[in-house]
């Protein structure tokens, strides 16, 4: 990335938005610090991951991202989830474990009310009073007419090597 990276330095940015998958971002990150550049760094939820901070080692200090969920929530399911996840596949569950997971039980609560009929599980599925304010591994998952999750997100800043979370916006109680 040495011929993008220069011109960026050329232009000294405030900050450089990162947006990649965790071991291409690290290794971006880690570069820009060799670079000489020391300017906040933010990134996607991509960078959630242990992959990450492994690859990116102390140059991952201070980076934020957004994240979709809290992976450090104190929700029972999730626990569950993550524990069972880790057993199984001998890995952290990542944010597309969570979602992934969150997806099928709402496919499996639709053939729960539906049977086993693919119009009506679809109908179910579509039906947006269904699943209004779902609560999944990830937390309450909420959709908006065109069923986009506008649910609350978080961002993720790291300090001494770990993940903090908090939310993008505070919130309403």
């Not at 938005?17 to 300017?39: D, F, P, T, Y």
């Not at 901070?53 to 929530?73: F, M």
């Not at 539906?114 to 779902?134: E, M």
Request: glycine fraction near 8%; aromatic fraction near 10%; hydrophobic fraction near 40%.
């Amino acid at each position: 990335f040495t011929m993008q990276l220069e011109n960026i330095k050329k232009t000294a940015p405030d900050a450089i938005l990162v947006w990649g998958n965790a071991k291409e971002s690290a290794l971006i990150l880690n570069q820009i610090r060799k670079m000489g550049m020391s300017q906040p760094v933010y990134g996607s939820d991509r960078m959630v991951s242990p992959e990450f901070l492994e690859i990116a080692g102390k140059n991952a200090e201070g980076i934020v991202t957004t994240c979709q969920y809290n992976p450090t929530a104190d929700i029972p399911a999730l626990k569950e989830f993550k524990n069972n996840y880790s057993k199984r596949f001998g890995l952290e569950a990542d944010v597309f474990a969570a979602h992934a997971y969150d997806g099928m039980n709402l496919i499996i609560e639709s053939i729960r009310k539906a049977g086993l009929n693919r119009v009506l599980i679809r109908d179910v599925l579509t039906d947006l009073k269904t699943f209004q304010n779902y609560e999944g591994v990830t937390g309450k998952i909420v959709f908006d007419g065109s069923w986009n999750d506008v649910g609350e997100i978080w961002m993720a800043e790291v300090k001494n090597g770990k993940y903090n979370f908090f939310p993008a916006t505070p919130m309403k109680e």
